[in-house]
């Protein structure tokens, strides 16, 4: 239905949405589903996408218009059409040309022209054009009278005897052009060519304005003819305009028999009308002309025009031109099937197109028969289940639908958001199976979900022993040339140190070394490991950082670039050859204990074995004698302990390693390291890696514990939560997953023991899409590895959204009365009977009232003739109004009338209805940020009379909470309640000093963090911290003269001054350890403040906490560049411009409203001057660093400051340093609050660190 919308899908608001034209609302989703359809990616395209469109005269702002200027001039961009095209150019980011046109019948056509031109001087490379026409009121009667243009029967008789007048119709079409060589080279589904086209005007030379002209309509159709240099003979098809009306069919057929009378056909042309069969669409009409000629061109059938019997004479058809196809058979032509498609405007405007069948495409070549992941995606799990189901129900029904196409289409030429599933399928039958699977919620083997957040920094683990199995990486070899090249490289590099053949072993040759022996196992694990993170990087995975355990270590280093293939090659050689002298004397043990508890276990063998490996807290390997290994098994076993044995005769790590030493490191003496490209982890330390790589070391990686659990903390603290086992078998990934949990980790491995195809390897990697992970799908499915398939468009979620006119005049709705009457215009019973508190028992009969009560208020809102000059205005009388209705209340009626004021406002600003917003329920939970506050807050003080600090309005109590508050500013001695002995206690946020802003109070705090917001900010910005932070953390803001409570103040343009001020501010609070707490500009302030406050004898203990802080005294990187450009718009764009400026850097919240953004901007050209000053004044700073503990926090995402720029504040501290990375952009401290309350938190210095 054209009053449903998905405007979640589109990220609009739903009072955005209500405001936007039906018109406007299917133009959109439609354009998006041809983009689809056509397998466009908006965001991944690298060019310019032009939209060419037009809409009908709709009537949706006369509904909607609202009685304020706001709402005008809301509605007016909603609704009007001049802002069709770039309403989709602005929300889909497309840069190509975007025009909305307006010819009336012809626009569809006429725009489709445009577009086509557009291609062919380059200015678009892709050019969507179309129409939308939807006629309001949707439900109406039907306007027949004798003599007009509409037909007396609501039939269309295009061409008939009978023909009287056209029917009505709304409709959208959308179709997507492209140069014929770039559609081609991109392997686009072509379902038609259009080879020409032509527009014009009719001129005056006709009877009137809105009468057809022959003569206008033979020359726009011989242009168009002309212009695809074509004869006429061989056009198949005319799609024709048809309108079925007495005056236009004769024009039109004497039209196009002008043209045809000289083209020597043999066979009459088939002529119809799409009218017929859906209606006059006015301005789409051309379009829908179109789409039905082109798909007949490509299914080579063409369809009946209906409710024709016999032509009429008025025309004069030629039998030996024309034929009135009126049923629905094969198109026969012995060339290219062409059709022409006319549409002509009310006006003169004149269209003709002249398409042809596409090229023959050649047939692809299907890669080898094998499993593929089939990737899906939807902005929420319920649309991601009903796409899934969507898929399966369409691919049920096409059994000759190839594998390879669906996943090629669904992986390249998608969209993927943020919700995803993987479901890997070795055929149809498969991915149907696993599709339903997943549509209906059920686990299987075959489906992968997740959703997808910004991810942290990858590694590549390369594990030792305990992955191998014996035919591992043979498939490999046939099936990834990419994987045999890596080998044959490897084979190379190993043969001066091995007398076997690597792919001999592999392949299990006859003759063959087998994997028991441990100088052929370690050679042949580094190979394939290396092979392997080959593939790896192919599919535009990429380390971050490598780290490998016990042997895994040579793989590790040679993929960070500190060892070369041939250095790698000897050491692995070398090493395994060097454990041959003391295999068959060692055994090894698995131990799920801490190492406290091993070590006094194993200390009775006295040397006799070692802990070999240490890979998480509970999880761990003994190595030594096999006698002592079996003693301490069979203790283990008697206490209940599952301790298992690994299947070694080695003992690694261990004492005997010992007599190896001045061998293996003689024999490692010609090795070459290199300083790493990519951060290497040692397992030997546990820490990245700041020594050579020279044998010394290498024996150590023999000998030594491997750390891997100290790696992969630190690997973890470094920022690191996405873990790639790259092996023939996952042994690590328990203990990597354990080291990740707290973090949102994901661990992916590579093969698995007997799956160790490409269809495992594409599992993984499937698996890391589906969190988020920026695959590289051409290369990972392989170039031409399918084609695109008509996959079923994205599953909307559709919602009603439709809005009425707010009526002035006496009987006129106010604003804060319309959730009133839209609830009972929509028959909403429940959100009625809430606002008036109807009783239990009485319900069920409002509901059989509510047609009555809207058509009783449909009726106020007639014209009266009165001038509307009593309407009631914001200003005391609502006050006063509000204030006589309460005061002849009890307590009870008078706390009641104030929450129900509360949830219909709410529901006013979320776009829901009041029944919607439970009394006690907290606002945020459902939607309410500190943002969005900033409107509620006025509607309250304009009904009400009373300000309330954003801080009341995320009471965990909701309404309720809100309004004890509002009471208490109404009646003062109405009502207390817990949170104050008036209502407004606590949460006031009172605080001796207007420097300070209260946030989150603490009865007894432990400690206090001062929050200092980022450029343009204020203390909002901190409060979604509040429900993060421990009951005994109180928050404070630093409020700045200016703005906040403090607007009337003159703004401060020293930093000094500022820092100062706060620090005195702070005097009464330094009972606590203090974290001074900054973001962006902030923690420039932070700084500051921490050198006065560290001055104060006996100051607390304080640390400092800068997140997305440029440090001082630093280079500028050149990211920053994106932020300076767009501070220096500020006084000179306007508000849409600033918002596109400032996306990822400031919140999408903020972003997205209007009033908000202004304020920020006023506040920022403050902030600017403060900034350029301060950093004047630094030009000359010789302090000494400070000796506090200072925490850096990057945002993984940051587009302006990298997370690794945040290591240049270690130098400003002598104290402890620490550099962490939380998910986000560099609105990160302020959207991702979870993660940085706990950073906050981390960063509480100890009570007894103070001076």
């Known amino acids: 239905g054209a009053d449903l919308f998905d405007a979640a899908f589109f990220d609009y608001m739903p009072s955005e949405a209500e405001l936007m034209g039906p018109q406007h609302r299917l133009f959109l989703e439609t354009a998006w589903q041809a983009l689809e359809h056509s397998g466009i990616v908006p965001a991944t395209f690298d060019g310019n996408v032009g939209v060419f469109a037009g809409a009908g005269v709709g009537g949706y702002e006369a509904e909607s218009a609202g009685g304020d200027l706001a709402s005008f001039y809301r509605t007016m961009i909603g609704g009007r059409n001049d802002f069709l095209s770039t309403r989709v150019a602005h929300r889909l980011n497309l840069r190509g040309p975007a025009l909305t046109v307006q010819t009336a019948c012809s626009t569809g056509l006429v725009a489709t022209h445009l577009a086509r031109e557009s291609l062919l001087r380059g200015e678009s490379d892709i050019a969507l054009a179309g129409g939308a026409s939807v006629t309001v009121p949707l439900v109406r009667g039907y306007p027949y009278q004798k003599g007009m243009v509409v037909s007396p029967d609501g039939k269309c008789r295009a061409f008939d005897e009978k023909g009287a007048g056209t029917v009505g119709g709304d409709g959208v079409g959308v179709v997507v052009l492209r140069r014929l060589s770039d559609a081609i080279a991109a392997g686009d589904t072509i379902y038609a060519v259009l080879r020409g086209s032509a527009i014009n005007n009719d001129g005056s030379a006709k009877v009137g304005f809105t009468a057809p002209s022959i003569e206008g309509q033979a020359r726009v159709i011989a242009q168009a003819q002309a212009d695809a240099g074509i004869d006429p003979s061989t056009i198949g098809l005319i799609e024709a305009h048809g309108t079925g009306t007495t005056l236009g069919d004769p024009i039109e057929m004497r039209a196009l028999q002008q043209v045809f009378a000289t083209s020597g056909r043999t066979e009459p042309c088939a002529i119809g009308s799409v009218k017929t069969n859906i209606g006059h669409t006015d301005t789409t009409a051309g379009v829908a002309g179109l789409i039905k000629a082109t798909l007949a061109i490509h299914h080579g059938e063409l369809v009946p025009s209906l409710n024709y019997e016999h032509p009429n004479p008025e025309m004069g058809l030629d039998p030996d031109l024309f034929y009135v196809n009126t049923e629905t058979k094969q198109w026969k032509e012995e060339g290219p099937r062409r059709a022409g498609v006319s549409a002509f405007g009310l006006g003169g405007t004149n269209a003709h197109v002249v398409l042809e069948q596409a090229p023959q495409r050649p047939e692809p070549q299907r890669p080898a028969s094998g499993a593929l992941p089939v990737v899906l995606s939807a902005r929420d799990e319920k649309a991601l289940r009903e796409q899934a189901a969507r898929w399966a129900d369409w691919l049920a029904g096409r059994g000759d639908v190839c594998l390879a196409d669906v996943a090629v289409t669904a992986a390249r030429h998608r969209t993927h958001f943020e919700h995803r599933a993987s479901v890997l399928a070795g055929g149809t039958a498969e991915l149907v199976e696993g599709l339903r699977a997943l549509a209906d919620g059920r686990s299987h083997e075959a489906v992968s979900e997740g959703v997808a957040k910004p991810r942290g920094k990858t590694v590549f683990v390369f594990p030792g022993q305990g992955a191998q199995w014996a035919g591992m990486g043979r498939e490999l070899l046939d099936a990834s040339p990419l994987f045999a090249e890596h080998m044959t490289a490897c084979e190379d590099a190993l043969a001066p140190h091995v007398d076997w053949s690597l792919t001999a072993v592999v392949r299990q040759e006859p003759g063959a070394p087998g994997l028991d022996r441990i100088d052929v196992l370690q050679p042949v694990t580094f190979a394939i490991m290396v092979s392997l993170a080959a593939l790896w990087r192919s599919a535009g995975i990429h380390p971050d950082a490598v780290v490998g355990h016990s042997q895994g270590e040579v793989a590790a280093a040679h993929i960070a670039g500190a060892l070369t293939l041939q250095d790698a090659a000897h050491i692995v050689s070398a090493r395994s050859k060097a454990l041959t002298h003391i295999a068959g004397h060692g055994a090894m043990l698995s131990l799920p204990l801490p190492t406290h508890h091993i070590t006094q276990r194993i200390t009775p063998w006295n040397g006799r074995l070692s802990i070999a490996a240490v890979n998480g807290p509970t999880s761990a390997v003994v190595s030594g004698d096999p006698d002592a290994i079996d003693q301490l098994l069979e203790q283990c076993l008697a206490e209940g302990i599952r301790a298992r044995t690994i299947p070694s005769d080695c003992a690694g790590h261990s004492a005997q390693v010992d007599t190896l030493h001045d061998h293996l490191t003689t024999q490692l003496e010609g090795i070459r390291p290199r300083t790493p490209r990519i951060p290497l982890y040692s397992t030997v330390t546990g820490q990245p890696h700041h020594q050579p790589l020279d044998p010394a070391y290498w024996y150590r990686n023999l000998r030594d514990t491997v750390r891997f659990d100290q790696a992969l903390d630190r690997l973890v603290e470094d920022g690191h939560t996405v873990f790639v086992e790259v092996s023939t078998h996952p042994v690590l990934g328990l203990p990597m997953a354990d080291a990740t949990a707290a973090r949102g980790g994901v661990v992916a491995g590579t093969l698995a023991r007997e799956r160790g195809t490409t269809a495992q390897f594409l599992r993984n990697v499937a698996l890391l899409h589906v969190h988020g992970y920026d695959v590289d799908w051409d290369r990972a499915l392989g170039a031409g590895s399918g084609t695109l398939v008509p996959l079923p468009t994205y599953a909307f979620q559709r919602e009603r959204y439709w809005a009425h006119r707010a009526s002035g005049g006496a009987g006129g709705t106010s604003a804060a009365e319309e959730p009133f009457w839209r609830a009972a215009r929509q028959g909403e019973a429940s959100a009625v009977a809430d606002l008036l508190d109807v009783p239990e028992e009485l319900r069920d009969q409002l509901a059989g009232l509510l047609p009555y009560l809207a058509s009783w208020h449909g009726k106020l809102g007639e014209p009266s003739g009165r001038d509307g000059a009593d309407r009631e205005t914001p200003g005391g009388g609502v006050t006063d109004r509000f204030r006589d209705m309460i005061a002849g209340l009890d307590a009870a009626g008078r706390l009641d009338a104030v929450v129900a004021l509360l949830r219909e406002e709410t529901a006013v600003l979320l776009g829901r209805a009041p029944g919607e917003v439970p009394p006690s329920q ?324 100890d009570a007894g660190s103070g001076r």
């Open 922 to 1245: 907290a606002l945020q939970q459902l939607g309410l940020d500190s943002l969005l506050a900033a409107g509620l807050r006025a509607a309250i003080a304009r009904r009400t009379g009373v300000g309330v600090p954003s801080e009341v309005l995320l009471r965990p109590t909701g309404c309720t909470g809100i309004a004890r508050y509002v009471l208490a500013g109404l009646v003062p001695d109405a009502v207390a309640d817990d949170d104050g002995a008036d209502g407004r206690g606590a949460a006031a946020g009172t605080s001796a000093s207007p420097w300070l802003r209260v946030l989150k109070p603490a009865g007894r705090p432990y400690a206090r963090v001062l929050g200092i917001a980022g450029s343009g900010g204020t203390t909002d910005s901190h409060v979604p911290l509040i429900r993060h932070l421990p009951e005994g953390v109180e928050l404070l803001g630093l409020q700045l003269p200016g703005r906040e409570a403090r607007k009337d103040e003159a703004p401060l343009l020293d930093a000094a001054v500022v820092a100062d001020e706060v620090t005195a501010a702070l005097a009464g609070r330094l009972d606590v350890p203090v974290v001074l707490y900054g973001h962006s500009q902030g923690t420039w302030l932070a700084w500051e403040i921490a050198h006065r406050l560290t001055r104060l004898p006996g100051h607390p203990p304080v640390s400092v906490v800068a997140a997305c802080g440029l440090p001082p005294h630093t280079e500028r990187p050149p990211e920053l560049e994106r932020l300076q450009s767009a501070e220096a718009l500020v006084g000179a764009a306007a508000l849409d411009e600033l918002a596109v400026a400032f996306r990822g850097i400031l919140p999408d919240a903020l972003l997205a409203n209007d009033k908000v953004l202004a304020a920020y901007v006023d506040n920022l050209r403050t902030d600017i001057t403060m900034a350029r000053n301060h950093e004047e004044l630094l030009r000359s700073d010789s302090r000494a660093p400070l000796d506090v503990p200072l925490v850096a926090v990057g945002a993984s995402l940051d587009p302006v400051l990298p997370a690794a720029v945040q290591s240049g504040w270690a130098p400003l501290t002598s104290g402890p340093f620490t550099l962490r990375t939380i998910a986000g952009t560099h609105a990160a401290p302020i959207e991702n609050p979870e993660a940085m309350a706990a950073e906050l938190v981390a960063a509480i210095p």
